[in-house]
């Protein structure tokens, strides 16, 4: 063989060792690509579950504090109807008030609101309509006169108010 040659089979083995090594750099650089793609959309996952996980706790919270709101409002009703009454002990009276202050305050601290209605526009997924009047010096469909107070949470009603309705 001459030298030629030997240069030519020796440039040949060159190129073909860098053609390998491009190969395997350009599979080793897919396979990097892939595992990558993988990673993020399995963190994406992860990240999606964690907030709808979360949402779920926080729904779930709302729905059992809602259900015992529910069971507690009519010892506040009674509360309330308990601190109208006109007595002639003062000391009781203010007991009274401060007991009802203090139960307010704590379902005020749950998130716990009580609709207003008075005044408002009756609206009926807020409030439950049990009579109407006609009342030319109100407005349509405002609500004149609350039987039953109402109360949310956030935007979900755990009762709604018994009002009634002029015209």
């Not at 994406?44 to 809602?66: P, T, V």
């Not at 203010?94 to 704590?106: R, Y």
């Not at 609206?123 to 407005?139: F, N, T």
Request: glycine share 4%.
């Amino acid at each position: 063989m001459s030298e030629k040659e030997e240069k030519q089979d020796l440039q040949k083995e060159q190129n073909n060792e860098e053609h390998k090594e491009t190969s395997e750099l350009q599979a080793k650089q897919q396979e990097l690509d892939e595992l990558t793609d993988r990673y993020k959309r399995i963190l994406a996952e992860f990240e999606n579950h964690k907030k709808r996980s979360q949402k779920e706790r926080e729904g779930l919270y709302n729905s059992i504090l809602g259900d015992v709101v529910e069971v507690i409002l009519p010892i506040l009703d009674n509360l309330e109807n308990a601190a109208k009454v006109e007595t002639t002990d003062e000391n009781y009276k203010k007991g009274i008030e401060l007991v009802l202050k203090q139960f307010q305050d704590v379902l005020k601290s749950k998130g716990v609101e009580e609709i207003k209605a008075l005044g408002e526009t009756f609206d009926p997924e807020l409030h439950e309509a049990v009579s109407s009047i006609q009342d030319d010096s109100k407005g349509e469909k405002e609500i004149v006169q609350e039987y039953r107070k109402g109360y949310k949470i956030g935007t979900k009603v755990i009762r709604h108010s018994m009002v009634v309705v002029a015209n």
